[in-house]
């Protein structure tokens, strides 16, 4: 029986953001504005669109300010040891939300709504977004792949190797959920709280069929460095916003051709 689509998400935001310099002296990087927005706000916006209203949003570096700005529109898990803890840290204090099944997020990847329809309208009920480019160099989280299922996820993959990058986006189902509660449990008694989160998809992908969907060339990115914010704001913010507007176009014809 095919599992039904995930109606909650996740959304990782409790890092420093510290790659950013200055940027994040004073909030964490999922508070950048990018085209107008906040990044959290623009991801949270996609969400609701695509029908996903339970949004867990785990918190960190100056989680007060995401706690003002979001207020009681998410529901919160606070990481209160995000200087010694990691991406996969986060991922295991929100264990929870993921038993019957939901979106992850890194709260600092900038990505159209159309992207994040397309992982949740796949037949696969485990499936993560993967950008299928070459030429990644060692700060991009990579992916290798057999046909259309993920075998493997680190940084430290030779490019060589590499058959595309993680986006930072994921979903599993129920079934999958509770496999991948259970290897989070694993891996943080293992003492890997400084990990990245892909770390447990990795084990996730090695016993449980984890499924690649492509970008097919739509615009996304993710926020590490200044440039990468720079870059957000002059090329991947405008594309967005025209696949937006041409999806938004494509809704009201819909709507008005069954009047």
Not at 99 to 116: E, F, M, R
């Amino acid at each position: 029986m095919r599992e039904q689509r995930p109606t909650a998400a996740v959304i990782l935001a409790a890092g420093n953001g510290h790659r950013m310099g200055r940027l994040t002296i004073d909030r964490p990087k999922c508070l950048l504005e990018v085209g107008g927005a906040p990044l959290i706000e623009r991801q949270l916006a996609s969400l609701d669109a695509c029908g996903i209203h339970d949004v867990t949003v785990v918190i960190g570096y100056h989680g007060a300010r995401l706690r003002a700005q979001l207020g009681d529109r998410v529901q919160y898990v606070e990481n209160s040891r995000y200087r010694e803890t990691n991406s996969l840290y986060s991922l295991w204090l929100a264990r929870e939300r993921l038993a019957g099944g939901a979106l992850v997020l890194n709260a600092d990847v900038l990505a159209p709504t159309p992207l994040i329809e397309r992982l949740l309208l796949s037949r696969a009920a485990d499936a993560v977004l993967v950008d299928r480019r070459t030429g990644l160099g060692p700060e991009e989280m990579k992916v290798t792949l057999w046909f259309d299922l993920v075998t493997d996820f680190s940084k430290d993959l030779p490019p060589e190797r590499a058959d595309g990058e993680n986006v930072g986006i994921a979903k599993v189902g129920a079934r999958g959920g509770r496999r991948l509660i259970a290897h989070l449990e694993s891996l943080v008694a293992a003492g890997h709280e400084q990990a990245w989160a892909p770390l447990a998809f990795r084990a996730l992908a090695r016993e449980w069929p984890l499924r690649a969907v492509t970008t097919a060339g739509l615009p996304w990115i993710e926020l590490d460095f200044p440039e990468d914010l720079d870059r957000a704001r002059r090329v991947i913010a405008p594309a967005v916003r025209a696949i937006e507007r041409t999806r938004l176009a494509a809704s009201v014809a819909v709507a008005g051709g069954w009047r």
